[in-house]
C-alpha cells in the first residue's frame, strides 16, 4: 500500500508543499492518540473559557488548537495561520510560501459521548499582504484542503487540486497509507443531512426543499429520502464523500446577529474544494463557495454541499424564491 509521502512524490506534488502536507498529517496522528485515550489522558470535558466565536471550549479545542500551532511553527513553509481557537492570525515564518487556516477540533459537542470529530486544514499561498488581510483570497486560490476523522479508523482525505483521496491511518507504524484514490460522489443522492431542529428558522426555500424530500415517493421528488446529522461537519461530508448525499448547514433566522453557522476559512472553503475534486458541488444557495471573497478569518456562511444533481435541485427553489 502506498504511504502519504509515497503517494505526495509520485504524484508530483510541489515539493515545497509537501513537508507541510505531511506535517498537518502528523498533527492528525497525534491528535488521533490523544482523542483515543479518551478519559485516560485526561482531554475530555470544557474549560472555562470562550473562544471568538462565543463558544465555550472544550479542553480537546485548545489542546489540539495548541499541538497544530506548534507544529506547524516549526515548519519553514508556513508564514501564518488563522484558527477557529484564535482571536487573530498568528504568524510564523516571514518567508514562509503557505498559509494555513485550520479547524483544530471539529465536531467539539461530539467529544464527550466518544462520537466522531475530526480537524480540517485549508492551505493557501502567502502573499506580501501581512495579518488577516493575507487570508482574504477566495477558495478557488487554495493549494491544498484535508481533514482528519478520527472514527473507528483514523482516515485523512486530501486534495491538491488534482482529485481527492483517502488515506487510513495505520495505529501500528504511525503512517497514513492510502486506501481510496479519485473519490467520486455519486451524482444522485436518496440521503440528506441538516439540523431539522432549527426548520422554523429556515429561509422559504430551504423549507420547500426540505419539506418535499420530506414527503417522500408520493411528493413532487417521486422518490424516499433518508436523513442523518452527525453534528461534526467532517462525519458528514465523509458520508457524503463515501456513498452521496446532500449536507447544509443553511442560513436561519434562530439568532438574527448570526446567520450562518460555519466558517468559510475553515470550514466551508476546504470542505468545498474536496467535494468539488471528488465531483460534487458547494454552494450558499446563491453562489459557489470557492469563489466567495472573504472579509474576516472568522466569516460564517450558509453550506450546501454534496451530489451535483442533489445539490443543483436544492438550488432550484433558491432561484425560485
Ligand atoms: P465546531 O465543533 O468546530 O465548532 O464545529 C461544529 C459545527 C459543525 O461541525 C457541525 O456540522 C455543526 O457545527 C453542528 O451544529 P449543531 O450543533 O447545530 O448540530
Ligand atoms: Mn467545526
Ligand atoms: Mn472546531
Ligand atoms: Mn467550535
Request: hydrophobic share 40%; net charge negative.
Amino acid at each position: 500500500m502506498q504511504s502519504l509521502s509515497q503517494f505526495l512524490t509520485e504524484r508530483g506534488v510541489d515539493p515545497q508543499l509537501q513537508p507541510l502536507l505531511q506535517a498537518l498529517a502528523q498533527c492528525g496522528v497525534e491528535i488521533s492518540q490523544l482523542v483515543r485515550r479518551g478519559a485516560l489522558a485526561g482531554v475530555l470535558g470544557a474549560t472555562e473559557t470562550e473562544n471568538v466565536q462565543g463558544e465555550t471550549q472544550k479542553k480537546l479545542d485548545v489542546i489540539a488548537n495548541d499541538l497544530i500551532k506548534q507544529r506547524l511553527a516549526a515548519e519553514p513553509s508556513v508564514k501564518a495561520m488563522a484558527s477557529e481557537e484564535e482571536d487573530h492570525t498568528v504568524d510564523a515564518h516571514a518567508d514562509g510560501h503557505y498559509l494555513v487556516s485550520f479547524d483544530p477540533l471539529d465536531g467539539s459537542s461530539n467529544i464527550d459521548i466518544n462520537s466522531l470529530v475530526g480537524t480540517i486544514f485549508s492551505v493557501l499561498p502567502a502573499s506580501d499582504r501581512k495579518g488577516e488581510a493575507a487570508f482574504m483570497q477566495p477558495g478557488i486560490n487554495q493549494v491544498a484542503a484535508c481533514y482528519v476523522l478520527y472514527g473507528p479508523a483514523t482516515v485523512l482525505a486530501l486534495t491538491t487540486g488534482e482529485g481527492t483521496s483517502l488515506f487510513s491511518l495505520d495505529p501500528d507504524t504511525g503512517e497514513f497509507l492510502l486506501v481510496e484514490d479519485a473519490m467520486t460522489i455519486p451524482a444522485e443522492t436518496n440521503e440528506f443531512a441538516i439540523n431539522a431542529s432549527n426548520q422554523r428558522f429556515w429561509q422559504p426555500a430551504m423549507q420547500s426543499y426540505i419539506a418535499d424530500l420530506l414527503a417522500g415517493d408520493t411528493g413532487p421528488r417521486g422518490k424516499n429520502f433518508n436523513m442523518r446529522w452527525i453534528a461534526a461537519m467532517v462525519g458528514d461530508v465523509h458520508r457524503v464523500l463515501c456513498r452521496g448525499g446532500i449536507f447544509t448547514y443553511p442560513t436561519d433566522t434562530k439568532n438574527p446577529a448570526k446567520p450562518y453557522k460555519l466558517r468559510l476559512m475553515y470550514e466551508a472553503n476546504p470542505m468545498a474544494m474536496l467535494v468539488e475534486q471528488a465531483g460534487g458541488s458547494a454552494s450558499t444557495g446563491y453562489e459557489r463557495i470557492l469563489t466567495l471573497q472573504p472579509e474576516a478569518i472568522h466569516q460564517r456562511v450558509a453550506v450546501i454541499l454534496g451530489s451535483r444533481d442533489e445539490v443543483a435541485a436544492c438550488l432550484g427553489y433558491h432561484s425560485q424564491a
